[in-house]
C-alpha cells in the first residue's frame, strides 16, 4: 500500500474538542482508524483537509487537527469539489452518512463520483439519521421501526456502493467502525488518484443498535466476512468456501472448498479491475453470501481536477492577464438617457451594443 515516512503521530491529529459523539458510538472507532491512518500516509496537517455535512458523522472535522469544513446538508461534495480545484494540492477527504450522502445529498455524491474529482469519501452508514433522533433512512433495512416508521419502513435500502458504482466511481471499498482492517481501506482509498468512495458501516448504539452484528460481531466473523485481496482467491470460512461464477446462469454461488484447493472448486481470482464483478460482489445478498469488504473495484481514469486544470493553464498559455480588456470585450452596452424626474420614474434611456 502507499505507506511513507510519517511526518507526524497520531496525537498531532486530536484536537482539544469536547467528542460530542454518544458513548459507545462506532464513530469513535472511525476517528482513531482515521487518526491512526494519517501518520502512515505521510499526511502533513497543513495540507489536508477534511469536509463534512449534516449529521453525527458530519462532526468529524471537528476532532481532526487539520483544516475543516462542516458545511451544509448534502452539500460537502460541493465544497470539496471547489476546494480541490482552488488548491489542487490539498488531500481531501470527504466525510458523509447515508442520510447526508443519500437522501437530501444524493445528488451532489452522484456528480463527485461521476466527475471523478480527487478525494476520498467516506460515507458513514449506521442506516439511520443520528442526530435528529432517528428516524429512518435511505439505508434502512425494510421493516425498521423509527419514529418517522412506526409501523416498519417499506422503502426498499439503497446500497452505497451500488449507488457509487452505478455513479461512475472508480475506487469502491467497504469496511467497517471496528474492524482492524479498516486502515488498510482507508490507505488503498488514498493510493487511487480519483473519486475514492468508502462505505463505512456504523454502529449508532442509541438508535439503531448492533444492526451490523449478523456480520460484524466478532464470533464466527471469518464465516460472514469475505475481505477481497486483488489477485487473491475470493476465500472466506477459514478458506474452506469461497465465490465462484456459474458460468450457465451468470449468478454469483457459493462454493465449498476441499483441502485448499480452490481452482477445482473454481473460485474466483479477485481483480479489483473488473467492473461486472464489482457489481456482484455489491449486489451479493447478506445471508446467503457472506459481506464482501474491502476494497471490490480499483481502477483509475483520469481526474475532472487534474483535466480542469490542463484546460485552465491551456486556455492563459502564451496569454498576458488583462482585466480591463476582458470587461470590455465581447457584448457589451452603453446605457445612455436622462432621468426623467416630472414623470416620478428614475430613469428612461437607450440601450445600444
Ligand atoms: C436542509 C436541512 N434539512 C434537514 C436537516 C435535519 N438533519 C440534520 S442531520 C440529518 C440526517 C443525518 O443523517 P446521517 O447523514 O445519516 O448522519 P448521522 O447523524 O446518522 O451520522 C437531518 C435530516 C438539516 N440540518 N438541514
Ligand atoms: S446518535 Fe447514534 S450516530 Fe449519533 S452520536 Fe449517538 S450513537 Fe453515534
Ligand atoms: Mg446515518
Not at 428516524?135 to 417499506?154: A, D, F
Request: with cysteine.
Amino acid at each position: 500500500m502507499n505507506d511513507m515516512t510519517p511526518i507526524t503521530t497520531v496525537k498531532d491529529w486530536e484536537t482539544d474538542q469536547e467528542v460530542r459523539w454518544c458513548p459507545g458510538c462506532g464513530d469513535y472507532a472511525i476517528l482513531k482508524a482515521v487518526q491512526r491512518t494519517l501518520p502512515q500516509l505521510g499526511s502533513d496537517p497543513a495540507n489536508t483537509v477534511f469536509v463534512s455535512g449534516i449529521g453525527c458523522s458530519s462532526r468529524f472535522p471537528y476532532y481532526i487537527e487539520s483544516y475543516g469544513f462542516h458545511t451544509i446538508h448534502g452539500r460537502a461534495p460541493a465544497f470539496a469539489t471547489g476546494i480541490k480545484l482552488a488548491n489542487p494540492d490539498l488531500d481531501i477527504w470527504l466525510v458523509t452518512g447515508d442520510g447526508d450522502g443519500l437522501s437530501i445529498g444524493g445528488n451532489h455524491l452522484m456528480h463527485v463520483l461521476r466527475r471523478n474529482v480527487n478525494m476520498q469519501i467516506m460515507l458513514f452508514n449506521n442506516e439511520i439519521y443520528g442526530l435528529t433522533k432517528g428516524q429512518y433512512s435511505p439505508t434502512s433495512r425494510e421493516g425498521t421501526k423509527s419514529p418517522s416508521t412506526p409501523l416498519g419502513s417499506i422503502d426498499h435500502p439503497a446500497r452505497p456502493c451500488a449507488f457509487a458504482l452505478g455513479a461512475g466511481a472508480r475506487f469502491v471499498a467497504r469496511g467497517f467502525d471496528v474492524s482492524k482492517n479498516l486502515p488498510d481501506v482507508l490507505k488503498a482509498a488514498h493510493a487511487h488518484r480519483g473519486a475514492a468512495f468508502v462505505e463505512i458501516f456504523q454502529n449508532c448504539v442509541v438508535y439503531n443498535k448492533d444492526v451490523f452484528d449478523d456480520f460484524a460481531q466478532p464470533k464466527g466473523a471469518e464465516d460472514r466476512q469475505l475481505w477481497l485481496e486483488d489477485g487473491a482467491p475470493m476465500l472466506f470460512a477459514g478458506g474452506t468456501r469461497g465465490i465462484t461464477l456459474n458460468h450457465e446462469t451468470l449468478r454469483l454461488e457459493v462454493v465449498e472448498v476441499t483441502d485448499g484447493d480452490w481452482q477445482t472448486a473454481k473460485v474466483i481470482v479477485h481483480d479489483v479491475t473488473n467492473r461486472a464483478i464489482a457489481h456482484m460482489l455489491v449486489e451479493m445478498p447478506f445471508g446467503p453470501f457472506p459481506m464482501a469488504l474491502g476494497v471490490l473495484y480499483d481502477d483509475p481514469v483520469p481526474t475532472f481536477d487534474d483535466m480542469a486544470i490542463a484546460d485552465r493553464e491551456h486556455a492563459v498559455a502564451g496569454k498576458e492577464p488583462n482585466l480591463a480588456r476582458l470587461l470590455a470585450s465581447g457584448q457589451t452596452w452603453t446605457v445612455s438617457g436622462t432621468v426623467d424626474e416630472s414623470a416620478g420614474h428614475p430613469a428612461r434611456g437607450m440601450v445600444s451594443k
